[in-house]
Structure formats: structure tokens, C-alpha cells
């Protein structure tokens, strides 16, 4: 597919869209230390609140004393679950959830908020508060280890879903609950005869994949403040202001029933978040607080308590591969076991694997998946799925031992199994794929080797690993676009706050494109009231956004030349009677033009028969006008046609490694990105986002993992010392190879990136391609090791 349905969507000539290090819009802000987000909002004769944190894996609140806790000097305002105004609060937060009571005496999660609100002069004033609390706790027990939790004997942690009816009827957008027995819930696709695709295999391989927990972490901890002020124009309307939220003022206009004008949020910096949509209850409850309490109210989290939630579950995957002797696949047989997170955990990851997972680009029509999702009282999972995406590299480390199998290239397997652009029956191979391995092979000197077979000069040993996977546009929201022509400058209003995504600059760069304008031409004017939003269902909702954004740029710039025209006629009129209060501008020499005699070039109104012959903008008209246009582009193919079957951008990642026998140690070469986004709107921000999937693909690999005490349920290492994270000292330079077939229908044929590129088995096939044998992410250097038999 391409962009076919919007204007220009072929366009060939590019002045704006492409460049590269054009500055972010709030660069200067962030890098100089200005902007503000959440926990820096300070207010004068501010409160503190922090909430009662569960010390246990599984709890529940019996009753607790709080008598000697409000006897503290500083103390202001203590709430318990019990409160009237607690029990009457709804959550808006999760993103693909029903709304659901706001806070109860349950804790399902080690250091989970539960029962007790404290509200104090200061931060310290609350800890005191929260130590002088009796709290009767009753210990209950938990499930952290997924096997241990799906057996029939296993305690069930969650007997009943802990939402009422009176909390409202389920989303009807949500994916529907799965059948569900003990701690387990079930998930059972077959497509096709996969007895009989196993009996056409000449090979037969099983392997077991586990994927670790990973976490998201973002640079600010979340928290927020807010504050209620009269309205100058109503005594009896109170305006809600609340900095540190969220990206939407809308869950929190509809938590406490305030309508959506009178929710203020000014501040646009919320800090970096991977596909984590949730709201914290330290972002939802200080309009409450400061309700109560007449005052603003600060509520933030720690660090450490940043560590509440997992953008990838743990799984467990037993994989069953049927493959001919030259390498099809003719079956597969998926039993997946997979984290299903604490109560109110999205399911959407697991959705995902049923849309566009790696089975959808295959030719194989035989697979059967058999999922078990657990309750578990590990962690939230805020939006699960959402790192590897999904289960894709069961292909990845598939493709990898049927070559290793044949003495094959992998690359060669992959594409002897990934079916045409059209579906499962189309023999032709897939252009974008093709493009992206001729570009990856150049890029990294690719030459495959059989594991085991090369050792460095230094004695460690070379493997190297593939994988590939489709660019798919995840966004599908709708864009209320708006662009302004004011004091002879065009504004693009938008929306904040801001949380890592540079989705802003494409839309400007699209504006000013379209426009004719230079990129600095664009002045984004970021206010919280203004409807365009460029997100939209993923970090990739530029090149949709964009889409809408390129319809309104061009009648915008439709009306500015139909104004310029109408102002040049009517200068000797205005001269005689010139409006009251309107500026008089000497206008453009274009007397006599009609409208589509005139071209925008550089900024400047142009005759296109004499370039010569222009204007600046500024004296194209002394009106002021406002283009809008409210859409979206055609769905993203994966999404519509042939059952989601349709390829058409796609993207290759290499990688070479260097495994030290003697100490374990595993070291990263090279990262190599061949990708194919469509149309690169801003490099910048695609090779950054590049950049940042392989930082979270190198960090699960190799380094990360969350460790639990058995006994008690109990995270051991929610900080920054013990959870290892790669740092920059660890990080490769990651080459770039960027394709643009334009075969994408997002704006002028761009797909997105997304997160399809993070994986968690490239490496660990590259370090099986180095020493023969198989480790388990995080490949630590004991797990080597022990893989070795060394120890």
C-alpha cells in the first residue's frame, strides 16, 4: 500500500520532510535544565501525601489505628479505605480497562498503595505518619513463580474479579476475558491441519524460550499537584489545576466529574514512557486532597517505587517446528506460558500475538497456540507484550536452528518462509524485505558462518544473529488538526504534555512542506485546551498524524493564496477606507493573479510563471485564518484485507557478538539496522528510536531480570544498584541503513518504526551462533558458564 488517498501523498520533491537535525521544539528546555514535571511543581503553603506502601507479596488491610498517627503535629488529613470520599472514587487510568474503584485494603503486589492516605506540612511529616499507623495486616499467599502458580494446587490469588457493576460495564473496545481456571486464564488458536503439517516435516525441532521480566523506567518518577481556584467569571464554578498528570486531562476530568474546560494542566513535560499508558494513584489522587483540605497537594513517587511496573512479561515458550529438508516450515506448535500480571493489568500484549504476531508473515498455515496467562503477584503490566513485541522472536530463534540445522543462512531461511506482499498464498517476495537485506548485507559485510566456526584474533569467539519483522503503523486514532495564519506567521497548536516521543516536529515538518515554508517557519503553540494531538495508538503516530496534518497544511495554504489575491485587489479600496483597527500591509505585486497562479516557495508568495515576481508571507494579507481538518489515514494493512496478512514495510536487524569462554563474558560488536519506515519523516528521531530499542534489546539479553524472594513474595532488586541496566559505557554505536519504499499509506508512504525492532533473542542466537550451546536471557556471564559446563 502507499499514500494514495491524501493529497501529495506521491510527492517526489522534498525541502522540509527528510532532514535531518532539525532541533526538537522543547530541545533547548530539556537540555538545559528548565523544564518542569511533576515532582518539580512547588507551591506556596503546599501539602504532602503519600500513600500506606504493602511490605507483603499478597496482603490484605484488617483494620488499622490511627489515632497515634493524627496526633503528630503537621499532620493535616489521613484517609482510609473506608472513607466515603475514597469509596465513591473511580479510576479512569488504565488505558484498555473499565473503570474500577480507585483504592481498597487489597495489596497484590509488593509495595502497592493500599488502605491509608496521609496528608502532612511536609514529606517527612507523612513517613512518621505512616510509621505511627497500627496496621492489622493478614499475610496471604502469593504466586511469583508462574509454574508453581498455574498448578491445580496452587492458592488462587484472585478468586473473583475485584470490580463491581456499580464501577461501570466493562469497555466494550476491550479484548474479551478468556476462559480462566484457578490462577489460569486460557488462550487456544488453531489455524489449519497441524497433525498433518507435522507428518510433511523431514525435520522436527523443540526448543523452550524464556523471556524475562523487564522493566520500564522513566526519568522523572510520576507524581502530581493540584490545586482548585474560582472561576474569575462564575462564584460558582471551581477550575481543577493539576500538574504531573497525564498526556490526556480526560480520565481525570471524568474521575471527579469535572468538565474538561476546567481542568487545567499548563505544564508539558511528564518525562519518558515506553508504551505505558496507566496512571498512578500518586498522578489521580490530589484533586481529592486538595479538596479536602483547602490547599495544593503534592504526591510523588521515589525512585524506587518507579519500579512498579513491567513493559514485558515473563514467558515461557514450548515450541514445536516441523521444517522440510529445504527449510519451510510446515508446522507449528506454540504452548506459551506467560505472566498476566497483579489485578487491573492490561491483556493487550497478549491480544497481540493473534494480530500481528510472527505467525501472520510466515507461508505456514498449520499453528496451533495454546497460551496459559497467570495471575500473578509479580508486578503491573501497564501494557504487556508491548517490548518483544509480542512473541516474534519464536521465529527469530526458529529461523535460526533450521538453518543452523541445514547449514543454511538464516537469512536464506527467512526468506524461503515469509510469503508474499498479499497473503499466504502469494509466491512473490516482499519488496520492502528484499531492499532491507541487500541494504543489511552491504551494511555489516555480512558472512554467515556454522556456530562454533570462528575465533577472533583474541581468542574469544564471532557469532553473529538476524531477525526481521514487519514496520507496522500502530496508530489508528483520529487527528483533530488545526493550523492558524496569524500576525503573518502560521501557528500550529497542539496539545502537551510531552513524555519522550518527538511526535510534534513531523507534524511541523509536514506543515511547513506543504506550506512552502522553511521548518522554523511552523511556531508550535503548545496549549493544554487545543484538541490536535499527534499521538495515537503508538510511538509511531507521527506518520499518521502527519497524514491528517498534511490535509490541513493545504488548505491552509489554499486559503492564504486565495487571501493574497483578494487582499492585492482591494488595496486601493482599503486606502480609501481602511477597517478600523486592521493594520495596512503594502501587498504582494500580485494584481491581476488568480489563485492558482501563485505557489509558497521558501516563505516567500510566488507568481509560478515568474518566480521572480514575489512576496514575504507577512504581507500576504492582513486576515487572520484557521484551516482544520479531522481524520485519518486508511487503516494500516496488517489491520485490514486478507486477515492481516498484507507485508508491505518491513525491517532487518544484525548484530555481532564476542563470548569470552573463560570468563563468560559477552560482549557486543555491532548492531546493524536495515529498516524500511516508508518515508523517513524526521531521521532523527527514527535512528533515535533505533538506538533505543537496541539499548531495551541489549538490557533484557544480557543484563536484566527482576529477582524474587520466594518465601515472601518480595522484589529484591527495585533500584538502580541491583536492577542492571546498560549504561552508555555498555552501549554500541548502532549503524543505520534507511530505506524509503514508500509503501506505507501513513503520510507520503511512512509506516512507522515503533517498538517492532526491540527483541529479546537476537543476541542470544548470536551468542548459540559463537559456543555452540544455548543460554536463557539474561546471558550474565555464570549463565554462560554453567552453558559451557565450566562451573
Known amino acids: 500500500m502507499a499514500d494514495l488517498a491524501g493529497i501529495n501523498g506521491q510527492r517526489e520533491n522534498f525541502r522540509v520532510v527528510g532532514k535531518r537535525n532539525l532541533p526538537g521544539v522543547l530541545s533547548n528546555s530539556l537540555a538545559t535544565g528548565v523544564a518542569k514535571f511533576g515532582i518539580d511543581y512547588v507551591l506556596p503553603d503546599m501539602l504532602h501525601a503519600k500513600f500506606l506502601r504493602s511490605p507483603y507479596a499478597n496482603a490484605r488491610v484488617l483494620s488499622v489505628d490511627t489515632i497515634k498517627a493524627r496526633a503528630i503535629p503537621g499532620v493535616v488529613d489521613i484517609l482510609t479505605w473506608e472513607d466515603d470520599d475514597i469509596k465513591s472514587l473511580v479510576s479512569y487510568g488504565e488505558h484498555w480497562g473499565a473503570p474500577r474503584p480507585f483504592f481498597d485494603n487489597i495489596a497484590d503486589q509488593e509495595g502497592a498503595e493500599v488502605a491509608v492516605i496521609v496528608v502532612a506540612e511536609t514529606e517527612d511529616i507523612c513517613e512518621a505518619a505512616l510509621r505511627a499507623l497500627d496496621v492489622e495486616w493478614e499475610v496471604l499467599p502469593h504466586v511469583v513463580d508462574l509454574m508453581k502458580g498455574r498448578q491445580e494446587d496452587a492458592f488462587v490469588i484472585r478468586p473473583q474479579d475485584r470490580s463491581t457493576p456499580q464501577f461501570g460495564a466493562p469497555d466494550p473496545n476491550a479484548p474479551p476475558n478468556p476462559p480462566k481456571k484457578g490462577n489460569v486464564a486460557f488462550s487456544n488458536v488453531v489455524w489449519g491441519d497441524v497433525d498433518e503439517g507435522f507428518k510433511q516435516a523431514d525435520h522436527i525441532a523443540e526448543y523452550e524460550l524464556r523471556v524475562p521480566a523487564f522493566a520500564s523506567h522513566v526519568p522523572n518518577p510520576y507524581g502530581s499537584v493540584a490545586w482548585w481556584s474560582k472561576d474569575t467569571y462564575s462564584s460558582e464554578e471551581e477550575t481543577l489545576h493539576i500538574e504531573g498528570a497525564v498526556r490526556e486531562r480526560l480520565p481525570i476530568s471524568r474521575m471527579y466529574d469535572v468538565p474538561l474546560e476546567k481542568v487545567v494542566q499548563e505544564g508539558l513535560f511528564m518525562g519518558g514512557k515506553y508504551c505505558d499508558w496507566g496512571l498512578r494513584r500518586s498522578q489521580e489522587i490530589t484533586p481529592l486532597l486538595a479538596k479536602r483540605t483547602g490547599r495544593p497537594v503534592r504526591c510523588v513517587m521515589t525512585r524506587e517505587q518507579t519500579f512498579d511496573s513491567v513493559i514485558m512479561q515473563e514467558r515461557y515458550m514450548f515450541m514445536k517446528v516441523g521444517f522440510t529438508k529445504d527449510g519451510l516450515i510446515t508446522a507449528i506448535d506454540d504452548m506459551s506460558i506467560s505472566d498476566g500480571g497483579i489485578w487491573g493489568s492490561s491483556a493487550f500484549g497478549h491480544v497481540g500475538d493473534l494480530k500481528h504476531g510472527p505467525y501472520n508473515a510466515i507461508k505456514c498455515k498449520n499453528i496451533r497456540q495454546q497460551m496459559e496467562i497467570i495471575d500473578s503477584n509479580r508486578s503491573t503490566l501497564w501494557v504487556t507484550g508491548q517490548h518483544c513485541p509480542f512473541n516474534w522472536d519464536v521465529i527469530t530463534v526458529a529461523i535460526y536452528l533450521i538453518a543452523e540445522k541445514l547449514g543454511k543462512d538464516p537469512i536464506d531461511i527467512s526468506r524461503l518462509n515469509i510469503h508474499g506482499p498479499s497473503g499466504k498464498d502469494d509466491p512473490d517476495p516482499v519488496p520492502s524485505f528484499e531492499a532491507c537485506v541487500e541494504a543489511g548485507k552491504k551494511l555489516m559485510n555480512w558472512n554467515w558462518h556454522p556456530s562454533g566456526a570462528k575465533k577472533l584474533p583474541d581468542g574469544r569467539m564471532h557469532g553473529a544473529g538476524f531477525r526481521y519483522q514487519l514496520?507496522?503503523?500502530?496508530?489508528?486514532?483520529?487527528?483533530?488538526?488545526?493550523?492558524?495564519?496569524?500576525?503573518?506567521?502560521?501557528?500550529?497548536?497542539?496539545?502537551?504534555?510531552?513524555?519522550?516521543?518527538?511526535?510534534?516536529?513531523?507534524?511541523?515538518?509536514?506543515?511547513?512542506?506543504?506550506?512552502?515554508?522553511?521548518?522554523?517557519?511552523?511556531?508550535?503553540?503548545?496549549?493544554?485546551?487545543?484538541?490536535?494531538?499527534?499521538?495515537?495508538?503508538?510511538?509511531?503516530?507521527?506518520?499518521?498524524?502527519?497524514?491528517?496534518?498534511?490535509?490541513?497544511?493545504?488548505?491552509?495554504?489554499?486559503?492564504?493564496?486565495?487571501?493574497?489575491?483578494?487582499?492585492?485587489?482591494?488595496?486601493?479600496?482599503?486606502?480609501?477606507?481602511?477597517?478600523?483597527?486592521?493594520?495596512?500591509?503594502?501587498?504582494?505585486?500580485?494584481?491581476?493573479?488568480?489563485?492558482?497562479?501563485?505557489?509558497?516557495?521558501?516563505?516567500?508568495?510566488?507568481?509560478?510563471?515568474?518566480?521572480?515576481?514575489?512576496?514575504?508571507?507577512?504581507?500576504?494579507?492582513?486576515?487572520?485564518?484557521?484551516?482544520?481538518?479531522?481524520?485519518?489515514?486508511?487503516?494500516?494493512?496488517?489491520?485490514?484485507?486478507?486477515?492481516?496478512?498484507?507485508?508491505?514495510?518491513?525491517?532487518?536487524?544484525?548484530?555481532?557478538?564476542?563470548?569470552?569462554?573463560?570468563?563468560?563474558?559477552?560482549?557486543?560488536?555491532?548492531?546493524?539496522?536495515?529498516?524500511?519506515?516508508?518515508?523517513?519523516?524526521?531521521?532523527?528521531?527514527?535512528?533515535?528510536?533505533?538506538?533505543?530499542?537496541?539499548?531495551?534489546?541489549?538490557?533484557?539479553?544480557?543484563?536484566?531480570?527482576?529477582?524474587?524472594?520466594?518465601?515472601?513474595?518480595?522484589?529484591?532488586?527495585?533500584?538502580?544498584?541491583?536492577?542492571?541496566?546498560?549504561?552508555?559505557?555498555?552501549?554500541?554505536?548502532?549503524?543505520?541503513?534507511?530505506?524509503?519504499?514508500?509503501?506505507?499509506?501513513?503520510?507520503?508512504?511512512?509506516?512507522?518504526?515503533?517498538?517492532?525492532?526491540?527483541?529479546?533473542?537476537?543476541?542470544?542466537?548470536?551468542?548459540?551462533?559463537?559456543?555452540?550451546?544455548?543460554?536463557?536471557?539474561?546471558?550474565?556471564?555464570d549463565k554462560v558458564l554453567k552453558a559451557l559446563g565450566k562451573i
Open 471 to 781: 514496520c507496522v503503523r500502530h496508530s489508528v486514532s483520529g487527528y483533530a488538526c488545526r493550523l492558524e495564519y496569524r500576525d503573518g506567521a502560521v501557528h500550529m497548536p497542539t496539545q502537551g504534555p510531552v513524555f519522550g516521543a518527538f511526535m510534534v516536529e513531523p507534524n511541523a515538518m509536514v506543515a511547513a512542506e506543504e506550506i512552502g515554508l522553511n521548518y522554523e517557519d511552523i511556531k508550535v503553540d503548545f496549549d493544554y485546551r487545543a484538541k490536535f494531538s499527534p499521538v495515537g495508538g503508538g510511538s509511531d503516530g507521527s506518520t499518521a498524524s502527519a497524514w491528517a496534518m498534511k490535509e490541513c497544511a493545504n488548505i491552509l495554504k489554499k486559503q492564504i493564496l486565495e487571501a493574497a489575491v483578494e487582499y492585492a485587489e482591494s488595496w486601493p479600496l482599503m486606502l480609501t477606507a481602511p477597517l478600523q483597527g486592521t493594520p495596512l500591509l503594502e501587498p504582494g505585486p500580485f494584481k491581476g493573479c488568480k489563485p492558482e497562479d501563485l505557489d509558497i516557495l521558501d516563505g516567500k508568495i510566488i507568481v509560478k510563471a515568474d518566480p521572480s515576481i514575489s512576496a514575504p508571507l507577512n504581507r500576504a494579507t492582513n486576515r487572520e485564518l484557521v484551516a482544520t481538518y479531522s481524520g485519518r489515514p486508511p487503516l494500516a494493512a496488517w489491520l485490514i484485507g486478507n486477515n492481516g496478512l498484507i507485508l508491505d514495510t518491513m525491517n532487518t536487524l544484525y548484530c555481532e557478538v564476542a563470548v569470552d569462554t573463560e570468563t563468560g563474558e559477552v560482549e557486543i560488536l555491532r548492531f546493524g539496522a536495515a529498516v524500511d519506515p516508508g518515508k523517513a519523516l524526521r531521521p532523527t528521531s527514527l535512528e533515535s528510536q533505533i538506538d533505543q530499542v537496541m539499548y531495551f534489546s541489549q538490557g533484557c539479553q544480557l543484563l536484566e531480570d527482576y529477582v524474587y524472594d520466594e518465601r515472601t513474595g518480595v522484589k529484591l532488586n527495585s533500584n538502580m544498584i541491583e536492577y542492571k541496566k546498560p549504561t552508555m559505557l555498555d552501549v554500541p554505536p548502532v549503524e543505520h541503513a534507511l530505506l524509503e519504499t514508500r509503501s506505507g499509506n501513513g503520510a507520503y508512504g511512512a509506516n512507522g518504526i515503533s517498538h517492532s525492532m526491540a527483541n529479546t533473542h537476537m543476541l542470544i542466537t548470536a551468542i548459540h551462533n559463537a559456543i555452540g550451546v544455548w543460554v536463557d536471557p539474561p546471558a550474565t556471564p
